[in-house]
């Protein structure tokens, strides 16, 4: 069964998967970031670091939100470099997607062992989003 966006995420897994055997366990996030940016580019898809992502209270804006990367203009990417991710991590990813009309995630953790979570949310199930400008 194809996911949306799979295009992408296969080409997104295979960086990541290579950029970790090239460098294991150990960086901060940073390294494994810059590496990624230039191996997806290498793959041929545009590749944006430090995308800001603004969240609005009652159409006010409250705070900015910093997605690691967009990837295609089509999916977020989460890195992360510890020993084991976490519900908050998965939580973050999903808020970005929430407040945002990306529909397509991706947590990838650098830690002992490689590990990566997909995560999909709909844009009509976002509906009036109560984090977006409402203004």
Do not use: C
């Not at 150990?26 to 995308?51: N, P």
């Not at 209270?57 to 990367?69: F, M, N, P, T």
């Amino acid at each position: 069964m194809a996911y949306k966006h799979s295009e992408i995420t296969d080409v997104i897994l295979g960086a990541f998967y290579d950029v970790y055997n090239y460098f294991g366990y150990g960086f901060l996030e940073k390294v494994y970031r810059k590496a990624m940016v230039l191996e997806i580019r290498k793959r041929g898809l545009l590749v944006v670091d430090e995308v800001q992502i603004p969240v609005y209270y009652h159409g006010a804006l409250i705070a900015d939100y910093y997605a690691d990367l967009i990837v295609a203009d089509k999916v977020i990417v989460e890195l992360k470099a510890v020993n084991a991710l976490l519900d908050e991590h998965e939580a973050q990813l999903l808020n970005y997607l929430r407040a945002t009309t990306y529909e397509v995630g991706l947590l990838l953790n650098f830690g002992p062992k490689p590990i990566h979570k997909r995560k999909a949310y709909d844009n009509n199930r976002k509906g009036a989003m109560k984090w977006q400008n409402q203004s």
